[in-house]
Nanobody, 116 residues
């Protein structure tokens, strides 16, 4: 059974930082394209960052220079380090895995709220 378990969300003031974690079981993060998506109320889910099996990182323009995605192969975990957070970053953040065999899995989501 495949599971993606996110953690690390919460309430933070503008300019603050959070680190999200996504631990996978049943699949290998190194054999999958791993992504972080977010969805704010009334908006479509959007891709924030992704890392390919080969290690190539991609970011949506709005988070470049502020967010960093990384992967810990030994822990089978991916992270999203978020700095200089803005109110517009408020959303539910979801971990996503697209495997070598073309299956797609989602985590349950973690809420990030940026507010003073």
């Amino acid at each position: 059974q495949v599971q993606l378990v996110e953690s690390g969300g919460g309430l933070v003031q503008p300019g603050g930082s959070l680190r999200l974690s996504c631990t996978a079981s049943g699949i290998s993060v190194t054999m999958s394209t791993m992504g972080w998506y977010r969805q704010a109320p009334g908006n479509q889910r959007e891709l924030v960052a992704a890392v390919t099996r080969g290690g190539t990182l991609n970011y949506v323009t709005s988070v470049k220079g502020r967010f960093t995605m990384s992967r810990d192969n030994a822990k089978n975990t991916v992270y999203l380090e978020m700095n200089s957070l803005r109110p517009e970053d408020t959303a539910v953040y979801y971990c996503n895995a697209h495997t070598f065999y073309q299956y797609t899995y989602w985590g349950q989501g973690t809420q990030v709220t940026v507010s003073s």
